[in-house]
């Protein structure tokens, strides 16, 4: 006669260890399910690209040889407790010093894309402000490079977990100086322009 005892707490031991991994397989999956929402862990990388750009060359008319208007942009969602954006374009070939060509700050946390064409006045209708760049403008600077070499733009993206509150005309020093500790993740888009 077999031993009805011992057979029924194998049963129970299946099906409990079946349990267990189906528990197990169904956490794994909401954790990789909630990783399908592009949230971002703090110091992570957001990415940044542009429509306006031919592959990574920025096109005559984002430059001072063309309408000298600012590119289109566009990043994936930040990390959790994002409060605002800022955006820095620079080129660091310029001769002698990094150039700034563009500061950006206190853009909406609910923002992932800034049109073509970002208007050269210090408040922005959206309640973001524009800081000024080294030619001694508000806004967006085209790029303007002497000679005849290829020079890289960095477009750089801050996702904050505050907002800057700075006045409009800030310069890229004074913007860099208040996000110090502030920084949740970044992302970095390289265009490039030569004469």
């Known amino acids: 006669m077999r031993d009805t005892t011992r057979l029924s707490g194998e049963c129970v031991g299946g099906v409990l260890r079946q349990t267990v991994w189906g528990v197990a397989a169904g956490l794994l999956l909401a954790a990789a399910l909630a990783g399908c ?30 309408a000298g208007v600012s590119p289109q942009l566009a990043w994936s969602a930040p990390p959790a407790g994002t409060a605002s954006f800022t955006l820095i374009v620079t080129d660091p070939d310029a001769p002698g010093r990094t150039f700034v060509h563009w500061v950006l700050y206190d853009l909406s946390a609910a923002m992932r894309a800034l049109p073509e064409g970002v208007p050269k006045q210090g408040q922005l209708p959206d309640g973001s402000r524009q800081g000024r760049n080294d030619f001694g403008d508000i806004g967006y ?15 750089t993206l801050y996702a904050l977990d505050a907002k800057l509150s700075l006045p409009a005309g800030a310069t890229r020093a004074q913007v860099e100086a208040a996000t110090q500790g502030h920084i949740l993740a970044s992302g970095d888009l390289v265009g490039v322009y030569q004469q």
Not at 37 to 65: D, E, V, W, Y
């Open 37 to 66: 929402h592009g949230t971002l862990a703090r110091g992570q990388t957001m990415n940044l690209s542009s429509s306006s750009f031919q592959a990574s060359k920025i096109p005559a008319r984002f430059t001072c040889n063309g």
């Open 141 to 155: 600077g085209g790029p303007c490079p002497p000679g005849h070499t290829p020079h890289h733009y960095h477009f």
